[in-house]
């Protein structure tokens, strides 16, 4: 084991590595932000220059980041795919096993892991979703379920919300609610029209008009919560009003649970937890045990009728690889065996509790705290108010994210691997770092 600099900062839970730190982690650090900004672009090196983040994650564990300087961090950020923290044993060991026997697919044959997480994937899912499609990516999902929904339906009209975060390929852009990203790559994929998250009335008008229109509709996609929005909830009633619409019009309802499913709430999909029923479901991030890229989208069996008749009309090389698979059905059966599920809806009622008492706080700064089980977020009063806790976090030791669609809003997701004293560092820090920020407030609102 190594060790790291006298004055490198430990978190709970931190301090069993294995991988020795450089001699001289500045220089190394540097070296990789100069070869990225050189290789991969300007952007995000000028931004980590920026934050004064010239380091380098470097070995993780559960979850704890350690960093090229020795500095321990709690990670609840990682985009929200680290529900079973990072390198979990379990998914680590079935994907060890799996690249030793067979890490890709002919593509001829089939595999023994993709049969099983299928089959087990039916198994967790509610409803009618049986049948699955396995790709790389959140964003895959999302297209794949798309095309679905297009074939199945014989229309191309599509619901989403605004706001909403479906992904950056051309199809996942086109439903994603945010200009920002979107205008330069028009002209987008025809078809789409937004209504604001949470709005039935807007929803019925919309769907009703894209019914009369020429291509009619298709399908509603809504994140039952939406995560980079800001972790927005949706009102009481308003997913279940979304599938009436649908079954009104003869579209598909399609959830993207990609963020906010497998267990990120306390249950293994939002969905089950509201009582609503999607034709299709759109899954990634936690879905590969935070070890493996792995997306899917899985329908009902009325849905998957277009990929009965033409086996070939969607595929991908790596989509469903023995690899990824063997994490999918390690990273299920880790949540099923340990007690992941129930882990998160117990953190998460400490998390809640400590983040609505520092809002109460700190409500100066903090206009709202929203979420549900591992999933919230700190609807701050500015985007600076947003930039200055996340930063005072990071070097207090606690990594966190900003929401894509809604910056001032900072997303806290811990594992739900993490102990108590690692919720309650959590808590500590935010509170430190909301009263840093209320402290400055008058100049960051
Ligand atoms: N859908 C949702 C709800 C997401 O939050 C994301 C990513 O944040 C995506 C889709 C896209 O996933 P990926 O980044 O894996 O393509």
């Known amino acids: 084991m190594s060790q790291p600099r006298a004055t490198a900062r430990t978190v ?68 929200g795919m680290f529900f079973h923290g990072h390198s979990h044993p379990r998914v680590v060991e079935a994907v060890r096993r799996q690249a030793g026997e067979l890490a890709q697919s002919t593509r001829l044959l089939s595999h023994l892991p993709q049969a099983e997480l299928a089959e ?51 199809g996942a852009l086109s439903a994603t609610g ?28 919309a769907a009703a008009e894209a019914a009369q ?35 009104r019009h003869g579209a598909l309802l399609i959830f993207d649970e990609v963020q906010c499913g497998i267990g990120r709430t306390g249950a293994m999909f939002v969905c089950g937890q509201e009582g609503v029923d999607p034709d299709i479901l759109a899954t990634a991030k936690s879905l590969g ?24 009309l969607h595929t991908s090389t790596f ?41 109460r706080r700190h409500s100066a700064v903090v206009a709202e705290v929203r979420g549900r089980g591992l999933f919230w977020g700190l609807d701050l009063r500015s985007e600076g108010a947003g930039g200055m806790v996340l930063n005072e976090l990071l070097a207090s030791g606690v990594l966190v994210v900003y929401s894509l669609n809604r910056p001032r809003v900072i997303r806290v997701m811990p594992p739900a691997v993490a102990t108590e004293a690692q919720i309650d560092f959590v808590l500590e820090m935010v509170d430190r770092a909301a009263a840093t920020a209320a402290a400055a407030a008058p100049d960051l609102l």
């Not at 297009?150 to 992904?167: L, P, V, Y």
């Not at 949470?198 to 929803?203: F, R, T």
């Not at 298709?218 to 619409?245: N, S, T």
Request: one cysteine or more; a negative charge.
């Open 319 to 359: 989509g469903g690889s023995p690899l990824a698979c063997a994490a999918g059905l390690a990273a299920l059966e880790a949540i099923a065996q340990e007690g992941l599920l129930q882990r998160a809806q117990s953190l998460g009622r400490r998390l809640e509790t400590g983040l609505r008492e520092i809002g």
């Open 12 to 79: 709970p839970g931190g301090g069993l590595w294995r991988k020795p730190l450089p001699a001289d982690p500045d220089a190394v650090a540097a070296d990789a932000v100069r070869r990225m900004e050189r290789y991969t672009g300007a952007a995000f090196a000028r931004l980590l220059r920026f934050m004064g983040m010239v380091t380098l994650e470097w070995e993780a564990a559960g979850a704890v980041v350690r960093d090229v300087h020795g500095d321990e961090y709690i990670d609840c950020g990682g985009y």
């Open 120 to 170: 087990r994937l039916a198994e967790v899912c509610p409803g009618e979703l049986r049948y699955s499609f396995f790709c790389n990516s959140g964003a895959e999902a999302v297209e794949g379920a798309l095309k679905l929904a297009r074939a199945a339906t014989g229309r191309s009209g599509i619901i989403a919300a605004e706001d909403a975060f479906h992904g950056k390929t051309m």
């Open 178 to 205: 945010k200009a920002q990203y979107q205008d330069p790559f028009r002209p987008l994929v025809p078809g789409f029209r937004h209504v604001p998250f949470g709005d039935e009335a807007a929803l019925a008008a």
């Open 213 to 247: 229109a020429p291509g009619g509709l298709a399908a509603v996609l809504l994140e039952p919560i939406q995560g980079e929005a800001g972790v927005v909830l949706p009102p009481p009633g308003y997913l279940a009003a979304a599938r009436r619409l649908c079954d």
């Open 289 to 312: 045990g935070g070890v493996m890229p792995l997306g899917a989208f899985t329908a009902t069996p009325a849905a998957w009728r277009p990929f009965d008749d033409a086996p070939f």
